[in-house]
């Protein structure tokens, strides 16, 4: 029977081991598995900037799972460079009228208000988007664009440090979620 000989792992080896495994995990971005939550404060449409500006709830680049206790408000989103930004909004439930939820984008003017912002999506361009809750779809809309669907993209080019508000509405007294992923 002969015998066996166990090899001693160096202390070096395994620093440079665990070394190479830091340096690895700090090269993936933080977006890549980050998700935030957020809740939305309740907020009406309006157009007046310094009302908005109150109670916008501020979203970041990666996947956002959104709550709106009221199933209205605004977000805001300032780009961090220039680029061509892509909102996608899905997994919509809640909502007290699911035939009615959008989501409306709009730019700041120079007059302490907003305007709408349009933005590119399957069928054209538009400054809605609609959507459906609860897996609900819509078959009796002829433009490809106004038929709400359970997930809908809206891409758009900022400059860096423009920004971006976003009005959503699925009525006005139920609760909503939503997820949002900007890229």
Do not use: C
């Amino acid at each position: 029977m002969g015998a066996t000989t166990a090899r001693a792992i160096s202390p070096v080896k395994v620093f440079a081991v665990l070394l190479a495994l830091v340096v690895a995990l700090a090269f993936i971005p933080s977006a890549a598995y980050a998700v935030t939550s957020k809740t939305v404060k309740k907020q009406g449409f309006t157009t007046e900037l310094n009302v908005i500006k109150k109670k916008a709830t501020t979203v970041k680049k990666g996947t956002t799972k959104l709550t709106y206790k009221a199933g209205q408000g605004y977000l805001k989103f300032t780009a961090t460079k220039t680029k061509k930004y892509k909102f996608t909004y899905s997994n919509v439930t809640g909502g007290n009228n699911t035939s009615n939820i959008y989501v409306s984008f709009y730019s700041p003017t120079n007059y302490n208000s907003i305007t709408s912002k349009k933005v590119r999506t399957n069928g054209g361009k538009d400054s809605t988007l609609w959507l459906s809750a609860n897996g609900h779809t819509f078959s009796n809309y002829s433009n490809a664009l106004y038929k709400p669907i359970p997930k809908r993209a809206g891409t758009v080019k900022l400059k860096k440090g423009q920004t971006i508000y976003m009005y959503f509405n699925s009525g006005y007294s139920a609760r909503t979620k939503a997820k949002l992923v900007i890229k």
